[in-house]
């Protein structure tokens, strides 16, 4: 079964892993709108249109069906969106999309929307507001876009003046950026107008999870990441946890009641910290794919790749394929690819 990353950009790694969980000779496809290193590490690549162009969505299609893609992941959040809009015609085309429904990756793309949902699962967040003017929280408060991702247009406002400084910034930031697309598209009917939002500080230390869930939305599991550095909105330097660590209960039992409550598709990166004063957990972020904290989690012994293409055969997946065989204290590195041009 042949597979196709989709908005594959920098990540190379993802690509080597996909291509190791094929054990029966099957291709790897990596696609973008750009060149990019990833689309070198695959067995083949493509250049796609824009994800909001037109003829996108028909343009993956026709490529699956030429290369019998049976398993088609992306990897970026605009993409999962895009692709959750119109899941059923992958489906229809016996191709898997490694997706959530459009409700759920609704709610992941949303931080205002995230917010009001993930209370109704009592499952804390910060206190968020749409407005300066609304905001009645304390300081420092962060200023950022509501359909954001990584640290793209994020500031921190000490006092009232600031915020309302920054929040202008911020909501012309958006504006000038590809995110004006994911602001247009989805605040649209959705409780509370705006593109940017103001978020109390919450202290304490921060954790990545990977909340996994089969292809068909059940849960399976959770793995515990400590985050010590950060760059760019990534995870730069972690810990991999295993269960005897104090931590680990509190946050693989919220990872379990949100697996379930939400029951997304595939893995669900999550961005949480555990508050210095009440012990409290406090979602963050959510994003419905692989997240750039996950090579953490691979390098501690979960395989969530070779898991995929397990659950899109309809095979049983065995639990150490997913399970953390080894606490691990790991950095991510940088280096340079040359190629051949192609």
């Not at 695959?42 to 290369?67: K, M, Q, W």
């Not at 957990?281 to 997240?291: I, S």
């Not at 399970?323 to 790991?330: D, F, L, M, Q, Y």
Request: with cysteine; charged share 25%; aromatic share 10%.
């Amino acid at each position: 079964m042949n597979i196709l990353l989709t908005s594959a950009g920098r990540r190379t790694y993802l690509v080597r892993y996909f291509k190791e969980a094929q054990t029966d000779g099957s291709l790897v496809f990596a696609a973008n709108s750009t060149m990019s290193p990833a689309l070198m590490e695959a067995d083949s690549h493509v250049l796609t249109p824009l994800i909001y162009e037109e003829g996108y969505v028909d343009f993956l299609l026709d490529f699956c069906r030429e290369h019998q893609i049976g398993l088609m992941v992306p990897l970026f959040d605009v993409d999962v969106w895009m692709l959750s809009c119109h899941r059923d015609r992958f489906l229809d085309a016996g191709i898997v999309p490694a997706v959530s429904d459009r409700s759920v990756t609704a709610v992941c793309s949303d931080k205002y929307m995230m917010g009001r949902r993930l209370s109704e699962l009592g499952i804390h967040t910060p206190y968020t507001a749409l407005d300066p003017e609304d905001y009645d929280g304390s300081f420092p408060a962060y200023v950022k876009p509501r359909f954001g991702m990584g640290s793209i247009g994020l500031y921190k406002a000490l006092c009232r003046e600031e915020l309302g400084i920054l929040w202008s910034l911020c909501k012309r930031n958006v504006e000038g950026s590809y995110l004006r697309y994911e602001s247009e598209e989805k605040s649209e009917g959705q409780e509370g107008r705006g593109s940017v939002i103001i978020q109390s500080e919450v202290r304490g230390s921060e954790y990545g999870l990977d909340i996994i869930n089969d292809l068909k939305g059940s849960y399976v599991t959770t793995i515990v990441r400590r985050k010590l550095a950060m760059r760019s909105g990534e995870t730069d330097e972690a810990i991999v946890l295993g269960p005897e660590a104090p931590e680990h209960k509190v946050l693989s039992e919220l990872g379990r009641r949100l697996g379930r409550g939400l029951g997304h598709r595939g893995n669900l990166d999550m961005d949480v910290i555990l508050g210095a004063e009440d012990g409290v957990p406090y979602v963050l972020d959510m994003n419905a794919r692989f997240g750039g904290g996950y090579p953490f989690s691979h390098a501690a012994g979960v395989d969530l790749p070779r898991a995929y293409v397990a659950w899109a055969k309809g095979e049983e997946v065995p639990g150490e394929l997913l399970s953390v065989k080894r606490s691990i204290h790991a950095y991510k590195d940088m280096d340079i690819r040359l190629y051949e041009k192609q």
